[in-house]
T-cell receptor, first 111, second 114 residues
Framework: DAKTTQPPSMDCAEGRAANLPCNHSTISGNEYVYWYRQIHSQGPQYIIHGLKNNETNEMASLIITEDRKSSTLILPHATLRDTAVYYCIVRAQNAGNMLTFGGGTRLMVKP | EAGVAQSPRYKIIEKRQSVAFWCNPISGHATLYWYQQILGQGPKLLIQFQNNGVVDDSQLPKDRFSAERLKGVDSTLKIQPAKLEDSAVYLC????????????FGPGTRLTVT
């Protein structure tokens, strides 16, 4: 699976949009971009995934650049409960179901 | 629906002792995973089961770690003997099948080896 690069930490004001970047410049055509998050003392939680098109669900939006070399996870109105480590993972659909986690981005939402 | 259950939540043992962790996946989920998460790092896959068969155990330290899923439902992960570097959170996850299905994680078991 392609490697990803994320900033180690970010801050965001409560109520504002949190934009979390991820670089995956070596991504190949059959690899999806997945986002999980891990709130302190809990297991990781699935957020969203996509291949080429932008995706939106009740939790977040995923914007993938046209060349697919980077993506941004957007939490439109961050709350204190969104404070967590956010993992961007690139995974091929034919690679079983293995998730390879990197270091992630520690997002701190501040009042 | 009920989530992935794990027990115990916390365990403290001395090095060279043995320990076992239990996981009950979401009902109907055929695929089960065990991950190890060392403090400050992302989770690392140890083993993946499809029903009661092992799909991938390439990162499992087989000299001391073992795992089983005898009836294709619950699973246990055992460490014998434990080393100091095994101190970590052990996470169990399940998914409906292999392939593009999201994984649901349990709360984990925090192991401290002294």
């Amino acid at each position: 699976d392609a490697k990803t690069t994320q900033p180690p930490s970010m801050d965001c004001a409560e109520g504002r949009a949190a934009n979390l970047p991820c670089n995956h410049s070596t991504i190949s055509g059959n690899e999806y971009v997945y986002w999980y998050r891990q709130i302190h003392s809990q297991g990781p939680q699935y957020i969203i995934h996509g291949l080429k098109n932008n995706e939106t669900n009740e939790m977040a939006s995923l914007i993938i650049t046209e060349d697919r070399k980077s993506s941004t996870l957007i939490l439109p109105h961050a709350t204190l409960r969104d404070t967590a480590v956010y993992y961007c993972i690139v995974r091929a659909q034919n690679a079983g179901n293995m998730l390879t986690f990197g270091g992630g981005t520690r997002l701190m939402v501040k009042p | 629906e009920a989530g992935v259950a794990q027990s115990p939540r916390y365990k403290i043992i001395e090095k060279r002792q043995s320990v076992a962790f239990w996981c009950n996946p979401i009902s109907g989920h055929a695929t089960l995973y065990w991950y190890q998460q060392i403090l400050g790092q992302g989770p690392k896959l140890l083993i993946q089961f499809q029903n009661n068969g092992v799909v991938d155990d390439s990162q499992l330290p087989k000299d001391r770690f073992s795992a089983e899923r005898l009836k294709g439902v619950d699973s246990t992960l055992k460490i014998q003997p434990a080393k100091l570097e095994d101190s970590a959170v052990y996470l169990c996850a399940s998914s409906l099948q292999q392939g593009p299905y999201e994984q649901y994680f349990g709360p984990g078991t925090r192991l401290t080896v002294t």
